[in-house]
DNA sequence: GACTCCGTCAATCAAGCGTTTTAATCTCAC
DNA sequence: GTGAGATTAAAACGCTTGATTGACGGAGTC
């Protein structure tokens, strides 16, 4: 039974909530601000989503949906695709969701301040989006470290570690980079190289690491 | 004219904000719950700090001067050490600091708040801290990179950043990464394996792109 | 047209925040 | 001891926050 209105100051308040949150976090955000830009009353939020928290917690299930249904764990690609290209669209796509402008990058923003300041809605956030990713990045460096490392190795996983956290760096660092190298862009294009750059680094790594085990 | 008590709720204030404000950040923590931990009245902070900020603000320059002697930006190592002692000197004390037990965490963890919530503090530590940090560590990737790539070269700023990125993934993550792998565990011992893997990984990676590079 | 339900609004509440004021307490030279 | 300055303590101020209230209006039903 619901009514236009309903889903239009809904929806425009879910809009206004994924851009305040994803910019100031769960705690600092206030609902003054979110219902102001969504041009809505500030009882608005206790009416649809009961009250601040809810409102949050429903925007996540929303990012989820978004997020998973745009970059799916396995990307577009096949799995038997090259780990190479594999290893590229995870690192492309990781970028994307991060960096991206407009609604494109509620998602990752959103997901990367839940991280910073976590709040009970991490559970859900790690079993549903982030396990599934962490297999699929371990299931890559497995595959290119190519000396029988299996995805569940204690190797497989710190390479991992070691790929997402150059991904991670660029969007959690923005502050500091722009003051280091005012020059630096993070434009859709630029995003781009940005992704060749981490994807032939972890590349190189793998195999080495791969060619440097034999060797002990 | 300073009194022993005085210097003592002054420390003791310093001390809990030092817990604090690394824990929550600055917009988060309360003047309450640092002023409860130290044992001292809300007043106190106004008389010796004139107002959250002036506290904030003291911590974090003892932060640096604390930082800077633990872990000068040489690291105990000479200039013309090989590139790969210097490489896994910067990341094992990179990590230290970062994820060290007790007080020692405090500037790491700190500056980490910092990032995530950036106050205008933050350009006195880019200035000071991060600058130099940076450069180093440019430094050697460059050297490490062998191709005549300069540590003005955007090549060695990209893998620069890699590495840091690395670095501080496991501190910013490890909500995730506990739930994630329950019994990876970040005790002092166990961060210089995590280096090693580092280190190891980095260096792979850096001397393939060298390879890589003159093939182009 | 009267009634009802749904959505919105301005106004308000209680709680928590940083900050300030005021008074009490302590220390130490004299 | 005493007085002056330094330090602490208690209370309250003003403000912002999330949450709530009760009234208002419009759409649908009979």
Redesign the pocket.
């Given at each position: 039974?619901?009514?236009v209105?309903?889903?239009?100051?809904?929806s425009?308040?879910m809009e206004a909530a994924g851009r305040v949150f994803s910019e100031k976090g769960f705690?600092?955000?206030?609902?003054?601000?979110?219902?102001r830009l969504a041009?809505?009353?500030?009882?608005?939020?206790?009416?649809?989503f009961?009250?601040?928290?809810?409102?949050y917690k429903a925007l996540l299930d929303e990012a989820f949906e978004l997020g998973l249904k745009r970059y799916p764990p396995a990307m577009g690609l096949a799995d038997d695709a090259p780990a190479e290209k594999r290893l590229f669209a995870f690192v492309h796509s990781f970028l994307l969701r991060m960096l991206g402008d407009g609604r494109d990058a509620w998602c990752g923003k959103l997901m990367a301040m839940e991280l910073n300041e976590p709040t009970p809605a991490l559970d859900h956030l790690v079993e549903r989006y982030i396990t599934p990713m962490s297999r699929r990045l371990r299931r890559i460096a497995a595959d290119l470290l190519a000396d029988g490392t299996k995805p569940d190795d204690d190797r497989a996983f710190l390479c991992a570690m070691s790929i997402a956290g150059q991904c991670q760096h660029i969007f959690r660092n923005r502050a500091v980079i722009d003051k280091l190298s005012p020059d630096f862009k993070t434009d859709v294009e630029d995003v781009e190289s940005l992704a060749r750059h981490i994807a032939e680094f972890s590349l190189c790594a793998l195999r080495g690491m791969s060619h440097a085990k034999r060797g002990y």
């Open positions: 039974m619901e009514r209105d309903t889903r239009d100051t809904k425009r308040l705690k600092t955000a206030t609902v003054r601000d979110i219902c041009g809505a009353n500030v009882a608005a939020v206790h009416y649809h009961g009250d601040k928290a809810g409102l």
